[in-house]
């Protein structure tokens, strides 16, 4: 944890940024969208680990505002909705005990998030299906994603304090 607060200012910074022009790149290749958002959390992931909670919600906060101004589309909404302060809710959702109680929690703030979002698009763009799918393929799809992204987050910590952290100028050895 960086203890220095212009060191922390930098590599806020720096993050913002990389987060900005992944969410951008993803919204400029559709094929990449949802993944680059995935990515971004990684990265305020990252900012987790090496600042404290509220850096890495500043981070957040910062590359969603930025993302969705510059190009609100798909990657920006999905990543400025859920995917970038996802890291940060884990963290505390993680700290509840048993473990089953606390995917539970997950799944049902997922799945709300979920509703919100298919509600906005039902209703405000008037479209029954996405992608041709119905929601009853659609929202099971999605829940398996959550719970893979959900894996992926707790292994990518691990190796990234492990394997990365080390070998990055910032890194603590």
Do not use: H
């Not at 609100?72 to 995917?83: D, I, K, L, M, Y």
């Amino acid at each position: 944890m960086r203890k220095n607060k212009s060191n922390n200012v930098a590599l806020a910074g720096i993050l913002s940024a990389l987060i900005v022009v992944m969410l951008l790149l993803g919204n400029l290749l559709q094929l990449l969208d949802l993944s680059m958002a995935a990515l971004g959390g990684l990265v305020i992931l990252i900012a987790l680990i090496e600042m404290k909670p509220k850096w890495a919600l500043g981070v957040y906060a910062v590359s969603a505002i930025l993302a969705l101004l510059i190009s609100p589309q798909t990657a920006s909404v999905v990543f400025a909705g859920f995917v970038g302060y996802y890291p940060v809710a884990k963290l505390r959702l993680d700290k509840i005990k048993p473990r089953p109680v606390s995917l539970l929690i997950k799944l049902v703030w997922f799945n709300l998030f979920l509703l919100f979002a298919w509600l906005v698009i039902e209703r405000l763009l008037g479209l029954d299906e996405i992608t041709g799918i119905s929601k009853w393929v659609f929202i099971p799809i999605c829940n398996f994603s959550f719970l893979l992204y959900d894996l992926l987050l707790e292994k990518f910590a691990i190796l990234y304090v492990i394997k990365i952290r080390p070998k990055l100028p910032f890194g603590k050895k």
